[in-house]
């Protein structure tokens, strides 16, 4: 069974930094693609930041410049660093894993709150 834990929410103010973590049961190399969703009140679930094994980490648009995911294979952990943190950032962040295969298996965490208020 598949664990992943995430840490580091809290409450920030705008311009701020914070480093979410998301630590899973056992190796990363079982996934393919691991990444960051956030969801914020009334609004879907959307993709933050993915980083594949092979290629180049993926952003939305409104994080491209001020968030970067990376991956420690040594910790079994995912990182999202999030510096000039904006009040529209404020979401419950998921962490997400993907397996391989024509249908790959998909893990969440249960969530980290991050809020940017000042």
């Known amino acids: 069974q598949v664990q992943l834990v995430e840490s580091g929410g809290g409450l920030v103010q705008p311009g701020g930094s914070l480093r979410l973590s998301c630590a899973a049961s056992?190796?990363?190399?079982?996934?393919?693609?691991m990444g960051w969703y956030r969801q914020a009140p009334g609004k879907q679930r959307e993709l933050v930041a993915v980083?594949?094994?092979?290629?180049?980490?993926n952003y939305a648009d409104s994080v491209k410049g001020r968030f970067t995911i990376s991956r420690d294979s040594a910790k079994n952990t995912v990182y999202l660093q999030m510096n000039s943190l904006k009040f529209e950032d404020t979401a419950i962040y998921y962490c997400?894993?993907?397996?391989?295969?024509?249908?790959?298996?998909?893990?969440w965490g249960q969530g980290t709150q991050v809020t940017v208020s000042s």
């Open positions: 997400n894993a993907k397996g391989y295969g024509a249908k790959p298996p998909d893990y």
């Open positions: 056992g190796s990363i190399f079982r996934f393919n693609a």
């Open positions: 980083a594949a094994r092979a290629g180049s980490p």
